[in-house]
């Protein structure tokens, strides 16, 4: 094995393309080809070894984990919480600044 390096042309099948089209090698993991990018569309996805058949992946799964990678490079998504906090005093605002006087 390890016949594979960076940046080399193999075919692979382009979820995106649909066809068996030329990729470039983009992640290799222990000598194996991790991850290809279509030279077609520059979709880049794991390497299937040439095998569509199978449907593992959504269709917008590629770039869910693009957004996602995006997302996690800023921060981690911490929900913003949507409940708004109680007031226990009174804002200074709202007191009127005039007493009023009585007629
Ligand atoms: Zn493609």
Redesign the pocket.
Same mark, same amino acid.
């Given at each position: 094995m390890g016949a594979f390096r960076l940046g080399d042309e193999l075919d692979d099948y %382009?979820t995106? *393309?649909h066809l068996l +089209?030329n990729h470039s090698v983009v992640a290799i993991v222990e000598d194996a080809v991790k991850k290809v990018r %279509?030279r +077609? *569309?520059n979709?880049e996805h794991d390497y299937r070894q040439g095998q569509g058949g199978q449907k593992k992946t959504k269709k917008a799964s590629a770039y869910e984990q693009v957004l996602a990678s995006v997302l996690a490079g800023k921060e981690k998504e911490a929900p913003v919480p949507a409940a708004p906090v109680r007031r226990r005093t009174r804002p200074a605002s709202l007191t009127p600044r005039r007493p009023m006087r009585p007629r």
């Open positions: %382009c995106r *393309c +089209t %279509c +077609t *569309c979709h």
